[in-house]
């Protein structure tokens, strides 16, 4: 994958340096809230690594991750930072795990088996003591993460679910999902209540791509951006009924294959930006900013629109909150807090464990193949320490022999006699 700190707009050079470590397909990265050059990434060949990008950028290719996690027995597709602690990463992969890693000690302390297929997104509430779920067995859960004890889940046969996100400290859920005569759609869930029916379902439109869920809890704002879409929704969230408003969109001829978004203290504040997000399109080669800005004629700092937010600042450590802590996040003012850097530095532990046992299972240990792809796989390799190990036994039969004929050079030779 690609990094870039280029301040300057522009094509980038076919020969810009990259991050390309992985020995399959990046799957996802994410970037550490309190740690600002530290990036999380997983890929198809397993693992889930944590790269350090040095200050001023890439000069070259960056090869060498700063810590290997291995843990998962198929490849893995989502990674997401726990969001006021630090140094703890959730992993999700298609062995139908969720991985929890305490990067203090770089190993996975803890293991959610509660899913029967594919994870497909992950997202805490606020303080992190809680973990939503959406998976392809079409179920929505609401998991307690360090027991791994599901507390709601939602069979959702007229609304299969896709995306979800917690909206912010409201104890509600929205997912983004497909309804039975195939729309697109979103649904509201109260996570205190029942979750066997959500509050309110709407249905998007006719399109096929996944609709990706982006919430602002400091604005109550709600964007909505479809796959292979032009276009970004944006509602805003009430406490009340219809507790979904629509406002307008933003409207571009270009599709879009992916988003990212902008970190708070990074906004300009100065221009009343609330969002921003980086679109990617592939057809013409190119990262889009797209900024979300209040109209506002005064220049001054707009305290209405920039509360209190979550700061650089970890609110617990790894032990803390695996002894079951739970803290809100440290608050911050944007009014300053742009210009503001992080103090924590991220230490690599050493690793010289080669076997990685989670509730007495050792996570990397043989497993069945589950695909055909999978099955060949296995094969080939097979056949690779088959004949790997046919040349070493014919090498120590060529030794045997060798041996065997000085020893009897030795017993025929006239000093033995």
């Keep these: 994958f690609l990094v870039c700190f280029k301040l300057q707009t522009g094509r980038i050079e076919p020969n810009y340096p990259k991050v390309c470590g992985h020995q399959g397909n990046v799957l996802d990265i994410k970037w550490n809230p309190f740690i600002e050059n530290i990036i999380a990434s997983c890929s198809e060949d397993t693992s889930v690594r944590i790269w350090e990008i040095p200050e001023g950028g890439l000069k070259r290719n960056m090869t060498e991750a700063i810590l290997e996690l291995y843990g998962h027995s198929r490849r893995v597709g989502l990674v997401e930072w726990h969001p006021t602690t630090n140094n703890i990463l959730f992993s999700a992969g298609y062995d139908y795990k969720v991985l929890i890693w305490n990067l203090d000690i770089g190993e996975p302390v803890k293991m959610i088996d509660c899913h029967t297929d594919v994870i497909l997104c992950m997202s805490f509430n606020t303080d992190g003591s809680l973990l939503a779920t959406t998976c392809k067995d079409k179920k929505l859960r609401v998991v307690e993460p360090r027991s791994g004890r599901v507390l709601q889940e939602a069979s959702c046969k007229n609304h299969r679910v896709n995306r979800v996100v917690f909206l ?45 869920p982006f919430y602002d809890a400091d604005t109550h704002m709600l964007y909505l951006a479809g796959k292979g879409d032009g276009n970004i929704r944006y509602y805003e969230i009430g406490s009340e009924k219809p ?7 933003f409207r571009s001829p270009a599709p879009q294959k992916g988003l990212g978004v ?3 203290h990074g906004l300009d504040v100065s221009a009343c930006e609330v969002f ?17 800005i209040v109209p506002r004629r005064s220049e001054t700092y707009q305290e209405d629109i920039y509360p209190m937010t979550p700061g650089m600042e970890p609110a617990l450590t790894p032990d803390e909150w695996l002894s079951g802590v739970n803290r809100d996040p440290i608050l911050m003012s944007l009014k300053e807090g742009y210009k503001k850097t992080s103090k924590i530095v991220f230490k690599a532990p050493v690793r010289e464990k080669k076997s990685v046992v989670v509730n007495g299972i050792d996570l990397l240990e043989n497993v069945p193949p589950r695909t055909e792809n999978e099955l060949l796989r296995m094969f080939f390799r ?9 040349d070493e036994l014919s090498q120590k039969d060529i030794r045997i022999r060798q041996l065997q004929l000085e020893l009897k050079n030795l017993r025929n030779s006239p000093k033995n006699n």
């Design 168 to 212: 912010g400290s409201t104890k509600r859920l929205l997912t983004t999902g497909v309804s039975r005569w195939n729309t697109r759609q979103i649904a509201l869930w109260d996570q205190q209540e029942d979750l066997s029916m959500p509050l309110i379902e709407e249905e998007i439109d006719g399109l096929s791509g996944l609709l990706f």
């Design 243 to 249: 507790y979904l408003s629509y406002l307008m969109e």
């Design 262 to 264: 902008m970190p708070k």
């Design 276 to 292: 921003r997000f980086y679109k990617l399109v592939t057809l013409k080669g190119l990262i889009e900013p797209i900024s979300m």
């Design 382 to 390: 097979q056949q690779d320490e088959i004949r790997r190990l046919k």
